[in-house]
């Protein structure tokens, strides 16, 4: 199981999850949604394309 933990707390953990250059994604079912904000930050990634976060 993979599990991606801020300041001691659980944001997302899955048994199934891709790695890609050695980053782990989550399924979107799978991250703790209220523990996140809308950001102004964008970027490029020539396999996702444009990103907002």
Do not use: H, Q
């Not at 790695?19 to 996702?48: H, M, Q």
């Amino acid at each position: 199981m993979a599990k991606a933990i801020w300041n001691g707390t659980v944001v997302a953990e899955s048994d199934t999850f891709e790695t890609v250059e050695g980053n782990i994604y989550f399924p979107a079912a799978s991250v703790r949604r209220e523990l996140l904000k809308d950001s102004e930050t964008t970027s490029f990634c020539g396999w996702k394309g444009d990103r907002a976060y």
